[in-house]
């Protein structure tokens, strides 16, 4: 079966650029015709969709993020990784990736998700 695990630091420092990794197993994320998203969860704000990548290199991203935000493939690994750039306290939060078939009309329902990885900002 599909399975997904994030990755990264825990602890990122204001104004850094967080870098998260999602490992896919027992799919190419190149083939298959999926949605491979990332997704936070925030106490005050809940989930809050973040973007997606369709494909080889098809992305949409959330406009309130401010286009700090770039996800992109690296095939060579079945990964997709998260970049988030100027982080400041308010990124803090616990993050997701996921995935699903088209069509992408239901932002927080999935086929597959990650655990969830815990990432703070703070200097």
């Known amino acids: 079966q599909v399975q997904l695990q994030e990755s990264g630091p825990g602890l990122v420092k204001p104004s850094q650029t967080l870098s998260l990794t999602c490992t896919v197993s027992?799919?190419?994320?190149?083939?298959?015709?999926?949605?491979w998203s990332w997704i936070r969860q925030t106490p005050g704000k809940g989930l809050e969709w973040m973007g997606a990548i369709y494909s080889t290199d098809t992305t949409y991203y959330n406009p309130s993020l401010k286009g700090r935000i770039s996800i992109s493939n690296d095939a060579s690994k079945n990964e997709f990784v998260l970049r988030l750039s100027s982080v400041t306290p308010e990124d803090t939060a616990v993050y997701y990736c996921?995935?699903?078939?088209?069509?992408?009309?239901?932002?927080?329902?999935?086929?597959?998700w990650g655990q969830g990885t815990q990432v703070t900002v703070s200097s």
């Open positions: 996921a995935t699903k078939r088209p069509p992408m009309e239901a932002l927080y329902h999935y086929d597959h």
């Open positions: 027992n799919v190419s994320i190149t083939t298959g015709g999926s949605f």
